[in-house]
């Protein structure tokens, strides 16, 4: 009698925690603005609610998903031609049943503008926020059917995903219009959200194990610049330059990073001394590394690996240390100086020590 009813309790709470939804705000919230992590109270307890639906011990996976469009950008007319890079992101923790533990999302919207004479008019020392992390400041809320800023919506969305797997969050119904057709979720989250189950899926299929544990706190860092576009000239084209660099990290109790995963993406839009893109915008943008080989760094490394490989290596070095820790890395010009960790890495670890410190302080 006892075993059915720890039974039927069991049922009555999985039956709880799946119908913690989503809900919330505007046709479209995915373009525009920046943020960093989850930071909503309803958000967060959808979140915690959903734990009981999945492993509570043993070992983790980790993982990240990424997905990158230049479609918002035009050409210079009258006013400013605009190159425009969406870096979609999705992290996520998954267990042995190949179930979210935990999940977070955000946007690196990143707005480059430039003239009708090709010359770039956006500062390149401009610094960029995610969608989470301009939080409010994004301004969606006021016209949010349901009241709730991009954050919070992404991060109901987000909490909606645990303990379903890549194929569920990939068969979450969604309507004609494309927001979710479920009305739990879309209490909560009114935002399109196609783009949200494809990366939140990409994770999960993209996630490996790297030392995460059950109970170890998943966080998300990310870190744009613009530092590399330039002008058009007769010789040749101009490039603006929306450089994304993301980290995943798992951190447990003690403050120390248990998993890790770097990535970059660099997505560059074209154009021409009339200010008329020369880039094919409906191209795919891969990150660095889904590129592996194919970004052509080995070539050129003095120890023969590629960015991928380095950034792994880096990612596998930050396990087991703090944030503090990371960022006491000795280097010399911003690359490692310690001839162990030189013998893997020897790009410039400075934007790696950014988005890991971040991630880490982002794990909640």
Not at 335 to 362: E, G
Request: a negative charge; glycine letters at 10%; proline letters at 0%.
């Amino acid at each position: 009698m006892k075993k059915r009813l720890a039974v039927l309790l069991s049922m009555v709470l999985t039956v709880s925690v799946l119908a913690v939804g989503c809900g919330d705000t505007k046709a479209d919230a995915g373009n525009q603005g920046q943020t960093s992590v989850s930071t909503e109270a309803e958000s967060g307890d959808a979140a915690a609610s959903s734990d009981a639906a999945v492993a509570t011990e043993g070992s983790l996976k980790t993982g990240l998903g990424i997905i990158t469009s230049v479609s918002g950008s035009a050409d210079a007319a009258d006013a400013d031609g605009v190159a425009e890079a969406d870096v979609t992101i999705a992290a996520v923790t998954v267990d042995a049943d190949g179930r979210i533990v935990e999940c977070t999302i955000d946007i690196a919207q990143t707005v480059i503008n430039f003239s009708a004479e090709g010359k770039i008019t956006t500062d390149l020392a401009t610094e960029y926020q995610t969608k989470q992390e301009l939080g409010e400041g994004y301004g969606m809320k006021a016209a949010s059917g349901i009241g709730k800023e991009w954050n919070e919506q992404a991060d109901a969305f987000a909490a909606y995903c645990v303990g379903k797997t890549a194929d569920e969050v990939a068969g979450i119904a969604v309507t004609e219009t494309g927001v979710a057709a479920d009305e739990d979720l879309a209490a909560s989250c009114t935002v399109h959200i196609g783009g949200f189950q494809e990366v939140v899926a990409k994770a999960v299929n993209n996630a490996t194990e790297a030392g995460a544990q059950a109970g170890d706190k998943l966080g998300l860092g990310v870190s744009t610049n613009i530092a590399k576009s330039a002008d058009a000239s007769a010789d040749a084209d101009g490039v603006a330059q929306a450089y994304t660099t993301v980290s995943v990290v798992t951190v447990n109790a003690d403050g120390k990073i248990t998993s890790a995963v770097i990535d970059a993406v660099q997505a560059n839009v074209n154009f021409d001394t009339t200010g008329k893109i020369t880039s094919d915008l409906t191209a795919e943008v891969a990150s660095k590394n889904e590129l592996g080989d194919a970004y052509g760094m080995k070539a050129a490394s003095s120890i023969g690996k590629e960015w991928n490989e380095q950034a792994a290596a880096y990612a596998a070095y930050a396990v087991g240390k703090t944030a503090d820790e990371v960022n006491a890395t000795a280097v010399a010009e911003g690359v490692p100086s310690d001839a162990d960790l030189a013998a893997s890495v020897t790009v410039h670890i400075t934007d790696f020590n950014t988005v890991i410190t971040k991630a880490v302080n982002n794990a909640k």
